[in-house]
């Protein structure tokens, strides 16, 4: 059977197996016409062999026959060699690389055909070999062996289109990003015998590429987790802006060499990742194929991890769809609970009055006083919806002016210190000192608005201590050349039930509750945290809560700019 053989600007030959085809003709050899010529066993033991320069360097084909190619004239990396020749054999067809032999101190770079010998009706054990000589020869000593060894042969055509092809089939199997990235650098670590390979997640608002997989020899450090500040590396800031392969040389400080070879990935030319090969040989030189597989695979894994990113993203926002309804279903129940409630209140103590069931008139005005506060209770809840519809539609719009701050605080206790005594729990006051009015630059209602609210939730979830308000001011502050308003910092703190830790995230989101019991137990809409929080922030205002833990109090604060610095004194005053 025979197998063609087509070499590059060479004749076109056909080798036919023949008792005579294993021994060591030497002008049958040569009347193929290749410099290079021989026939090995699986196992590296030379069957034949022909070298026009052997001569030259003293070299004897017939001792090479018969023995084995680490004994005599054989590749410097013996098992790639072999194992490529194995794969040869197993896939029965022919391949060509290029490799480094040896011979004593002399070295020789050959470019090769190689051909399974098949037989038929038998599987293929034996090959055909064909070269020739691409690189003088190079001179080879000690340290310089084994420093070049590992990189000696570089099989070309074949070896990066398998590497590809399996970096591709296993990044197009997942939408999951962190499975990209490690199968990425696992897989082309192995493939191209580096000492590190690190894939990096890049955004272009940030300028920082952040370590997110890494493929490393037992011999270096790890940098997983490690952020690169790209503009602070020309090397790096080069590779995002060219999205091209680029290599660094370094000698780190005189220690152990380095080289870099690095491609940003990228998505319709625009860079989403950074994948950085280390070696540290000594003058480490990246071949052609390198540098070309690692453009195609910018191109590849960018597209890859923008599929996933965006599938990730759609996930999520599926998700919080999901609960979006969810917390909306779960509000207007409670909702429709919170609109039936004092409104049956109002029919029933109406209809009372109106069927003369009052004994007297003053058992009368109490049923009116109960159907009025019903009724405050009602138009209270109308307008959180009311409120929550104009938030979500982004039409909360407030008109800003002076605010007074002790009368507001003032407001507030007429308001709300009578339900705080009802319950027998503390309620003060604590102003700071000045010695003009301290004056807001917010609107009246709502400030007052979100001060009921905050102080009504104090006294509702507060069965033992009590609440105190408190406001001080933070003076006009000068920051890396920015200068920040002079702010008053409202406090309330009750001795409550407070919030768990885990829960304290959903307090100000909308429609969320942190706990549906609760609510039914105390009543409410659950709305008056993120209502406030809106409010304060239309203002030029922050909202902050805190709390230890259930049954450890509860903190709520907010700012408001101030309308003019007021004057202070020391100290400060309390009601």
Known sequence: MSVPIKLQNWQEVSYRKSDSAVTNDASSLQGLGSELVYVQEVTGQYLSFYWQEAERYQINSEAIVNSCLNETFGPVAANPYLEQIQQILDNQLPERFCCEFQYQEHKFKFDLIVSPILVADESATKVLVMGRQVQAEIACSGQAKLNTAKASILHWGQHYKKL????????????????????TVDDLGKGLNVSRCVICAYKSESMEASVKAEYRSESVSSLLGQKIKIAESAYFT???????????????????????????????DKPNGLIVLYDHQENRQWSNDEIELMRELADLVGSAIAHATLYHELEQARQQAEEASRLKSEFLANTSHELRTPLNGMLGFLKLVLEGMADDPKEQMEFIQEAYRSALHLLDVINDIL?????????????????????????????????????????RIQKPATRDKIIL???????????LNLVGNAIKFTHEGGVMISAEVQRKKST???????????RVVDTGIGVSLEKQGR??????????????????????????????????GEVEFYSMGEGLGSTVTFTVPLYQDPVLTVGSVGD
């Open 164 to 183: 590809i092809r399996k970096i591709s089939r296993h990044i197009r199997r997942t939408l999951d990003l962190d499975t990209i990235w490690q199968r």
């Open 480 to 490: 890396n050349n920015q200068e920040i308003p002079a702010m008053a910092i409202v």
């Open 507 to 540: 307090l100000f989101q909308s429609f969320s509750q942190v706990n549906g019991g609760h609510n039914r137990q105390y009543g409410g809409t659950g709305l008056g945290l993120y209502i406030s929080q809106k409010l304060i922030e239309a203002m030029k």
């Open 238 to 268: 080069q590779t995002i802006e060219t999205l091209e392969p680029n290599i660094e040389q370094e000698s780190n400080n005189s220690e152990e060499p380095e080289s870099k070879l690095a491609v940003a990935t990228f998505y319709q």
């Open 441 to 451: 630059n917010g609107n009246y209602q709502r400030l007052l608005q979100v001060l």
């Open 387 to 427: 409120d929550i519809a104009k938030i979500e539609a982004g039409k909360m719009e407030l008109e800003l002016g002076p605010v007074v701050l002790e009368e507001l605080l003032s407001n507030v206790e007429d308001f709300t210190k009578t339900q705080a005594q009802q319950k027998n729990l503390s309620f």
